[in-house]
């Protein structure tokens, strides 16, 4: 019976010779395809002699080493359930995601290796192994005594290989669970849509705890036997010395930004990349048409979810449209739909939906949400906003659950609010996303004082600094007697998103 096991699915694209480069570091330390082999099996020897079976999960929350590439294969190897974590997310989130989820393992930099085992002992006393960002810590020392032959564990389609945490307008994440075919059929799409061919060397600047960096970068290089230029965050002066050896680069919009802002970029430097691709946040058309005037290159944008992995593409062959997002990927079915589940004709914007081979089975232990996430006939509710136009592109226009996207990162306005209507003096707020030239969008609350209180902005980002991720942290507060609401009572974050706009405008 053939083994749907999503590394053994990688591994079929892997060069014959075990020397060809895998990764190389910035410090110039190459990898090899022999060593990823050897190194996922260590990982994947650890984890059953802790006494974990398929099924179990493993949480990590890392900065981004080799190592840490090779321990989530490691978990694939082993038939664990890989559970990755914001290397931001600050105590309260790792409480809720860790009692969540129930790891056996949780893998953490050794900087808070006390923190998270406290809360691990207050939540069924998982084991906690340290990895910092060289790939030094008890993880590694404890692997690199095991084994380097591992038989990856037999895997079925509907397996599942990941769990990955998005927020929910309730204020409550989510826990998406993406299975092994999921996984395997979007990384053979991509391979097959995008273009790639041997020789192929792609510059990953990405982190790898979500998954435009891990899903999408990783397993289209692995497939393709490919080199990876493995830098551990995106470092422009870096990035312009290194594009002339990459054929292939990946970003979410702002890196295409901050490249743009460098005097020295342009054709010259790109001249050996085939294929840029932007994803995680919407691609404003005047970057596309600046970068495709500076370099001679049309940016590819795509669009996925955390929920489906990538949902479509502009074409690798054929016009890339700046402000739309191609067609929906082979295997995908991509259709709008009116307020009462009524199909819409092209033109007409309406909410997404999508079904397909990538998109997940549903919410880790929330039944009765992923119920209402699917339609009876099964496609997924995305929550976005769109249409198609005449020459059937996909553009999207809104997002449907107030999402705000800053910097390719997701921030769900609830989960702050919760957090700054708890501050002492906070009657309520409002958060929202404002224009950012360089993170696209900027968290912004509004707040309104209790009586009497003489609360101030500085305090209020001072008591969210430390409680939640930097990027979810608002960059503006503004203070107002009342919010404006609708008749129903609901409050009216349009309005306020088009005051403060202005405002914000005004003040440039």
């Known amino acids: 019976m053939t083994n749907k096991n999503l590394y053994e699915i990688l591994k079929g694209g ?57 321990l989530y294969l490691g978990c694939l190897r082993a038939g664990v359930v890989f559970v990755p974590l914001n290397s931001a997310y600050q105590r309260k989130e790792l409480a809720y995601f860790i009692g969540d989820a129930e790891p056996r393992i949780v893998v953490c930099d050794p900087a808070a290796e006390a923190e998270l085992t406290a809360i691990a002992a207050e939540l069924g006393g998982a084991t906690v192994l340290t990895l910092d960002e060289e790939g030094q810590g008890s993880a590694s020392a404890s692997a690199a005594s095991m084994s380097d032959h591992f038989e990856t564990v037999h895997r079925e389609d509907d397996d599942l290989a990941a769990i990955l945490y998005t927020s929910g307008t309730t204020g409550r994440s989510k826990g998406a669970m993406l299975t092994h075919l999921n996984l395997a059929s979007n990384a053979r799409t991509l391979h097959a849509y995008w273009g790639f061919v041997p020789g192929d060397v792609l510059l990953h600047v990405l982190p790898i705890f979500h998954a435009h960096g891990l899903f999408v970068a990783c397993h289209c290089a692995l497939l393709n036997g490919s080199l990876m230029l493995w830098q551990p965050r995106f470092d422009v002066d870096a990035v312009m010395r290194l594009l002339p050896r990459a054929t292939v680069f990946m970003g979410v919009p702002t890196l295409y930004t901050r490249l743009l802002d460098q005097p020295g970029f342009g054709r010259e430097t790109c001249a050996n990349i085939r294929l840029f691709v932007s994803g995680s946040a919407p691609l404003l058309a005047e970057t596309h048409r600046s970068f495709s005037e500076r370099t001679g290159h049309a940016i590819l944008e795509r669009y996925g979810m955390t929920e489906t992995v990538m949902l479509t593409s502009n074409p690798y062959d054929g016009e890339r449209r700046a ?25 007409e914007v309406g909410h997404v939906q ?7 089975p549903g ?88 009586a009497g ?56």
């Open 323 to 347: 402000g739309t997002v191609g067609y929906p990927l082979p295997g995908v079915s991509v259709r709008i739909m009116d307020n009462d589940e009524k199909p819409l004709p092209k033109g």
């Open 14 to 70: 892997f060069p014959a010779s075990d020397q060809a480069p895998a990764l190389e570091t910035a410090k110039g330390f190459v990898y090899r395809y022999g060593d990823l082999e050897r190194e996922s099996a260590r990982y994947a020897n650890l984890f059953v002699s802790r006494g974990l079976v398929p099924g179990d999960r493993v949480v990590v929350q890392v900065e981004k080493s080799p190592q840490a590439l090779f």
């Open 363 to 450: 919410y880790w232990r929330m039944p009765d949400k992923t119920a209402e996430e699917f339609t009876a006939d099964g496609f997924f509710r995305t929550g976005d906003l769109g249409m198609i136009d005449d020459r059937d592109y996909i553009i999207l226009v809104g997002r449907s659950k107030d999402l705000i996207i800053t910097g390719g990162y997701n921030v769900y306005p609830k989960e702050i609010e919760s957090f700054i209507d708890d501050l002492e003096g906070v009657k309520e707020s409002a958060v929202i996303g404002l224009p950012h030239p360089d993170f696209g969008e900027a968290v912004a609350a509004v707040v309104v004082r209790e």
């Open 453 to 508: 209180a003489t609360l101030d902005e500085p305090t209020v980002i001072g008591r969210l600094k430390g409680e939640v991720a930097n990027f979810k942290v608002p960059k503006k507060v503004f203070f107002v007697d009342e919010l404006p609401r609708n008749t129903m009572g609901k409050v009216q974050k349009n309005v306020l998103r088009d005051q403060y706009s202005k405002a914000e405008a005004g003040n440039q």
């Open 354 to 360: 999508v079904k397909g081979p990538n998109v997940f």
